[in-house]
């Protein structure tokens, strides 16, 4: 019923909090630094009062072991800094390495553990559980998110301590068996409790940035949006820029409303969401303007004249009809620009000749051609 819980909940993070939990796991190398440092310490003590080779050859697995995990966190940064973008699977693959890096760790000082209790010596012993106890810990405060495989940890650290002092006879090392069991127990209960915590405090936080991003009046995105989006867009290839200015909007505001205004520019920002591309973006920039950026920019032109024809199509508000129009300039990269700032100045000129010609399209590229014609007619004369 617990797993049952855990994974309901662990399968409804979405693709950001799941990158934000990977990223979080390898967010400190310091545990890993320690953890080795501590083994590496009290193996050599344990070593040299007991002579013992296994406690040695454990030493050197667990510091291996550790040093194999710092490269992979860093090969997670080196990663992370190329392109913060990972998808379920790639961000997937980097989790059970890391998983499986404190898994084999919390394995190695488990049995550093169990054979310092076999040796018998009481201050070696006391080191070696004390640096299972820590590991645990640090186990609770960073795989909160990932129960069955805190549990996991929490299991090899605790097992082959718990299964030989059981071995013994006496009172004293039954009593130390159960205090370990009773550890695991409490460990768990409170990776518990820290999972349904975080859960609702990274989900919160990923809802109140969601809403920052939206218009409220629209449901799209706010302009905001654009300084974040737009360059990644740019980075993973071709686009097309649509800045779009409504056409007789204000008129039909003055004449019927505010209300119906609002109704209009919903509807209007619904039927560029019917047209967009899932993973286009569409912006309202404020008033009755908006910005659809084309992933794929081979048929911007082709696009341009769906917008035209869907929002050239009468509108029922309330029993009212009312007629827009849409003047559209449009921006392609690589040729009109290769920066956002100079896309959105480039469709934003577009934009104005079309409003000049009363509606319609109007690529920027087609700016170009005359600016250069009209040079060329001036040079002529010039001669």
Known sequence: MLFDRMESGRASISD??????????HGTTMPTILAAACQAMVGAITTYETGDLVTAALTVAGVAVAIVRLFEIFAFRRRLARSPRLGRMEAARWERLYVTGTVVTALILGLFAARSIVLGDALCCVMAIGIGFGFGAGVVARLALRPVAALLDLVAIAAPAAIVTFLQPDLRHVGLGLLILMYVVASFEMVRLSFNASINQITLKRQFEQLSRVDPMTGVANRSVLATDLPAM????????????????????????????DALL???????RAIAAPEDLLVRMGGDEFVLVQRTADDAEAMAMRIVQAIGAPYDVDGRTVELGVSVGIAVAPDDGRTAEALLSRSDKALYRAKERRGGYVLARELRTTAASGQTVSEGLAA
């Open 234 to 261: 740019l980075e993973a290839g071709t686009i097309a820029v649509h800045t779009l200015d409504l056409d007789r909007f204000k008129e039909a505001n003055d004449r019927f409303g505010h209300p119906v205004g």
């Open 16 to 25: 950001a909090v799941h990158l934000e939990v990977i990223t979080g796991l």
């Open 266 to 272: 919903k509807l209007v920002a619904g039927r560029l």
